[in-house]
């Protein structure tokens, strides 16, 4: 795979999991995260959407 390739899949992949997040938040749907300790947390979507974007969560 060329460096060229590489750069669109990684971009692509970013597209998708901004837009997958962006709806969750939309639907004030949770995540599955792991915490420090390995353990799986649910955390509310609008939240990580905020804090990864600088962006205010959508709404309907």
């Known amino acids: 795979m060329s460096d060229k390739e590489y750069e669109i899949l ?11 997040l962006r709806m ?9 995260q792991t915490d420090a300790n390995g353990d799986i947390v649910r955390v509310p979507a609008r939240e990580i959407f905020e804090k990864l974007y600088n ?6």
Do not use: D, I, S, W
């Open 24 to 32: 969750k938040a939309m639907r004030n749907e949770m995540v599955l």
């Open 55 to 60: 962006e205010p969560a959508p709404t309907f």
């Open 10 to 20: 990684v971009k692509g992949l970013e597209k998708a999991e901004y837009n997958t």
